[in-house]
């Protein structure tokens, strides 16, 4: 199971890497310079939206009415965002 999901345009410091477990708290994932995070349980909207705490690529579980795309978890994207 994922409880949290990010994703960085660049390579972490070892610094940066602790940081981002930082003991088992949760770390400010932006502050840390990620491009995309997802809580997976804490900000789904109505409809299923896993919504993108630093973007705009918002995720759906299950059916997205706005979408015919469907990638290989089983999430469906948003329209003109690639997983």
Do not use: Y
């Not at 949290?4 to 070892?14: I, M, P």
């Not at 400010?28 to 896993?50: F, P, S, T, Y």
């Not at 993108?52 to 003109?80: K, R, V, Y």
């Amino acid at each position: 199971m994922i409880d949290e999901w990010a994703s960085w345009d660049k390579s972490l410091s070892e610094e940066q890497r602790n940081a981002v477990f930082n003991d088992g708290k949760m770390a400010d994932l932006k502050a840390l310079g990620a491009i995309h995070w997802w809580r997976m349980g804490e900000n789904v909207e109505a409809g299923g939206k896993i919504k993108d705490e630093i973007g705009d690529a918002h995720l759906w579980a299950g059916s997205n009415p706005t979408s015919g795309n469907t990638n290989m978890a089983g999430f469906q994207e948003t329209p003109g965002w690639g997983c």
